[in-house]
Nanobody
């Protein structure tokens, strides 16, 4: 019954911006952290950003720090990832997730979306 659905991906030029959203349903997710991960073609899935259930604690991978911002809308059960100053290296499928702790390890997260594609051209 639990479902996470990402949206907002697309094709942008280097230096541009995108805003990803993840809508959660099937539960209130009270007490759950949410995170964003990404997987580039031929590479492993890596941590991007995470936010705790109240939205007061955030964490970012060094590669996106200062460019990406994660936020959470508790009323709509939605998490967002604002991506600015995009680089070709940001090209990947982006996945949102939910879990009981604000951690960087994928195994901490219990629920996953199907992903949304982000492509950044040179």
């Amino acid at each position: 019954q639990v479902q996470l659905v990402e949206s907002g991906g697309g094709l942008v030029q280097a230096g541009g911006s995108l805003r990803l959203s993840c809508a959660a349903s099937g539960g209130t997710f009270r007490g759950y952290a949410m995170g964003w991960f990404r997987q580039a073609p031929g590479k492993e899935r890596n941590f991007v950003a995470a936010i705790n259930w109240s939205g007061g604690v955030t964490d970012y991978a060094d590669s996106v720090k200062g460019r990406f911002t994660i936020s959470r809308d508790g009323i709509k059960n939605t998490v967002h990832l604002q991506m600015n100053s995009l680089k070709p290296d940001d090209t990947a499928t982006y996945y949102c997730s939910a879990g009981p702790a604000t951690r960087r390890n994928q195994q901490v997260y219990d629920y996953w979306g199907q992903g949304t594609q982000v492509t950044v051209s040179s």
